[in-house]
């Protein structure tokens, strides 16, 4: 069953992590004026954290010789590591740009 659930790590954590990243993303820059902390950065570096630490989970299950899971696996690798890249972009904007111009 571990293994199972294992699996489909790849294909949930990092579209769900992004999908977070970008809903804070929307709130976070209010703050980061106010207080002085980016705050964004904080929040799109731990959700990429995320990310990276499902793929991982991810890629340790060895589903053995079973071909349709392996199929889930690699598709979840591929589609997580899309997502880690977006979250890697969001990161370098929210370092780069300042929140408190409009």
Known sequence: ??????????????????????ELSQITP????RQNIPWSAVFCGATLF????????????????VQ???FVVDVGFLIALAFVFALLLQEAA???LDACQR
């Not at 209010?30 to 004026?33: A, E, L, M, N």
């Not at 995320?50 to 010789?65: K, L, M």
């Open 1 to 22: 069953m571990r293994t199972r659930w294992l699996q489909w790590i790849g294909l949930g954590v990092a579209p769900l992590a992004w999908a977070l990243s970008t």
């Open 30 to 33: 209010y703050i980061d004026c």
């Open 68 to 70: 349709t899971k392996r």
């Open 50 to 65: 995320v990310s990276v630490a499902g793929i991982a989970a991810a890629r340790a299950v060895s589903p053995g010789r």
């Open 94 to 96: 929210t370092m780069l």
